[in-house]
């Protein structure tokens, strides 16, 4: 049996791990994320903020999002967003509407 202190710093691993390999795939796109997996890297900067709200800790969209992105949100866009293709953008409303 784990106890919760080794899950909950598994579960952290896991997290840091997920975001090193996000950072190391720079080239997928949020809607490539949101097509295939139902999430992206916003999801995650949300659900980010909404966990640290839950344990009394104000955590600023900004934050969250630059804890996800590995720097701030606008120069990720930046240097990094492309224009959703027409058929990106078809799968994602076709999925929305599912």
Known sequence: MMDK?????????????LLEHLDSRKDVQNI???NL?????NCLSK???QAAREA???VSDDA???RVYGMPYGEWKKLYQREASA???AVFDKNSKA
Not at 5 to 17: C, E, F, N, S
Not at 37 to 41: D, H, L, M, P, T
């Open 5 to 17: 202190t080794m899950q909950d710093q598994l579960d952290a691993a896991v997290l840091r791990r």
């Open 32 to 34: 490539d994320l949101m």
């Open 37 to 41: 997996a139902g999430f992206c890297r």
């Open 47 to 49: 659900w980010y903020a």
């Open 56 to 58: 009394g800790v104000e």
């Open 64 to 66: 969250s999002r630059e």
């Open 87 to 89: 058929e990106q953008k």
